[in-house]
């Protein structure tokens, strides 16, 4: 497994996903919110509507782990839990897909992405 990247990458990101999922629990919040805005990130691919590089660029806004981070960082500090929600929804979200082998994307297309061109 050490000497085949992409099948390390998907394995790291269960992990990131388990946790993610581990710490949702740990928090006690509720899995219909869960539910219902575990795919809202995809909302982002919207921005492909503007063409490749506008969608590019709007789309890795929405699949930055540092934005979910960010917020999780926030809602701890200020003692929003349902901002620690969101994010860990998020944070959920963007692993799973990276999971998946959809990765950030290029401005060329919106298959071409940090791990693999998706066919």
């Known amino acids: 497994m050490f000497t ?3 099948l390390l990458l ?11 999922v581990a710490v949702y629990a740990h928090l006690h919040f509720s ?8 795919l ?10 503007a063409g490749p590089r506008v969608g590019a ?11 979910p ?6 809602g701890r500090s200020e ?11 998020w944070f959920a979200h963007i692993v799973f897909d990276r999971m998946l082998g959809y990765g950030l994307k290029y401005p060329t297309h ?3 992405t940090h791990l693999q061109h998706v066919a």
Request: aromatic residues 14%; glycine residues 8%; hydrophobic residues 65%.
């Open 4 to 6: 085949r990247p992409a």
């Open 69 to 74: 981070l960010g917020l999780f960082v926030l």
């Open 57 to 67: 660029a709007v789309y890795n806004l929405g699949h930055s782990l540092c934005v």
């Open 110 to 112: 919106f298959k071409d």
């Open 31 to 38: 899995w219909v919110l869960f539910a219902v805005l575990f």
């Open 10 to 20: 998907r394995t790291e990101e269960a992990c990131l996903l388990i946790g993610a």
């Open 40 to 49: 809202v990130p995809d909302l982002f691919m919207l921005g492909f509507l």
């Open 79 to 89: 003692g929003w839990p349902l901002l620690l929600a969101v994010a860990a929804i």
